[in-house]
């Protein structure tokens, strides 16, 4: 996903992820999993507990980058 640049504020950031999790229901079956990679660790936990999704599993890439791998249903 997307992260804060000098082209990119951290509210159009917000927005991006926040249209991607209400489009996945279009997109995803019941079953279905999505696998992000972010450096908005935040906004992930965040917006995915308000639209009804859960975090299975959220592995720290790197550290100093603040970089995580999520499994999120």
Request: net charge positive.
């Amino acid at each position: 996903m997307p992260f804060e640049t000098a082209r990119k504020s951290e509210e159009e950031i917000y927005q991006i992820y926040d249209k991607f999790f209400d489009q996945a229901r279009n997109v995803l079956t019941e079953e279905g999993t999505i696998i992000m990679y972010s450096h908005n660790r935040g906004f992930v936990e965040k917006l995915a507990r308000e639209k009804g999704y859960k975090i299975i599993r959220k592995i720290e890439v790197l550290k100093k980058e603040d970089t995580w791998l999520f499994v999120i249903k």
